[in-house]
C-alpha cells in the first residue's frame, strides 16, 4: 500500500498570501495524484488531477506540481472560502487507492 | 450534472451488517467509463476507499476491510449499494459514494454524494 503523507498537518495563512501544500508518496505514483477540498459538513471537491489538471470550474489560483514522490499544491493569493481542509490521493497502485492525512488550511 | 446521493439507516448494532443505497441522477451507472465507488470518514479524521463496483458487477475493495464489503448494482434503478458486515464503532464513519474513471489516468473521485453518517452502537 503506497503511504501518502501530508505537510504541514496544520498552515495559518492570511488571506491574499500564498499557501503551499505538500503531499509526499512512500513510492512512485507518476502524475496519478489528484488534490480535494473539504470544508466542513461537507464533501471532498476535486481540485486537481493528473498532479497539475485543475478540474472543472476551479478558479486558476489553484495549480498543483510535482511527479514521482513530491508534490505541491499552491494557492496564490487566499480568498476567505479556500480556508479548508486538503486532501491528496493517489490512483497510480491500487488497490487500495490512497489518501494523504490532510492539511487543514486556516486563517492567520 | 451528475448527481449522487446515499441513504440508508444512520444508527447500526454492533456485530450487524451496515447497508447503504447511492443513487446517481445525472448519469448512469450503465456507463462503461466510470467505476462506482464508497468511501468513508471517521469523525475528524481522513478518507478511505472502500471499494467500487463496475456496471458489470465486477468489484475491488480495500484489503484493510478483508471480507466484510459487498458492493452491488442495480442497473433498473441506477443504484448501488453497500453492505458491511459484523460492524464495530470503529466503523463509525460519514460514507461517501463517488465516481471514479477507469481508466488509470482518470482514477480520481470527481463526483461525490453529500455523505451519510452512520453511527455504529447499541
Known amino acids: 500500500e503506497i503511504v501518502m503523507t501530508q505537510s504541514p498537518a496544520t498552515l495559518s495563512v492570511s488571506p491574499g498570501e500564498r499557501a503551499t501544500l505538500s503531499c509526499r508518496a512512500s513510492?512512485?505514483?507518476?502524475?496519478?495524484l489528484a488534490w480535494y477540498q473539504q470544508k466542513p459538513g461537507q464533501a471532498p471537491r476535486l481540485l486537481i488531477y493528473g498532479a497539475s489538471t485543475r478540474a472543472t470550474g476551479i478558479p486558476a489560483r489553484f495549480s498543483g506540481s510535482g511527479s514521482g514522490t513530491e508534490f505541491t499544491l499552491t494557492i496564490s493569493s487566499l480568498q476567505s472560502e479556500d480556508f479548508a481542509v486538503y486532501y491528496c490521493?493517489?490512483?497510480?497502485?491500487?488497490?487500495?487507492?490512497?489518501f494523504g492525512q490532510g492539511t487543514k488550511l486556516e486563517i492567520k | 450534472q451528475v448527481q449522487l446521493q446515499e441513504s440508508g439507516p444512520g444508527l447500526v448494532k454492533p456485530s450487524e451488517t451496515l447497508s447503504l443505497t447511492c443513487t446517481v441522477s445525472?448519469?448512469?451507472?450503465?456507463?462503461?467509463?466510470?467505476?462506482w465507488s464508497w468511501i468513508r470518514q471517521p469523525p475528524g479524521k481522513g478518507l478511505e476507499w472502500i471499494g467500487y463496483?463496475?456496471?458489470?458487477?465486477?468489484?475491488n475493495h480495500n484489503p484493510s476491510l478483508k471480507s466484510r464489503v459487498t458492493i452491488s448494482v442495480d442497473t433498473s434503478q441506477n443504484q448501488f449499494s453497500l453492505k458491511l458486515s459484523s460492524v464495530t464503532a470503529a466503523d463509525t464513519a460519514v460514507y461517501y459514494c463517488?465516481?471514479?474513471?477507469?481508466?488509470?489516468?482518470?482514477?480520481?473521485?470527481?463526483?461525490w454524494g453529500q455523505g451519510t453518517l452512520v453511527t455504529v452502537s447499541s
Open positions: 490521493q493517489q490512483y497510480n497502485n491500487w488497490p487500495p487507492y490512497t
Open positions: 513510492q512512485s505514483v507518476t502524475s496519478n
Open positions: 445525472g448519469g448512469s451507472v450503465n456507463s462503461g467509463s466510470y467505476y
Open positions: 463517488a465516481r471514479l474513471g477507469t481508466n488509470t489516468w482518470q482514477m480520481y473521485f470527481d463526483y
Open positions: 463496483i463496475y456496471y458489470r458487477g465486477s468489484t
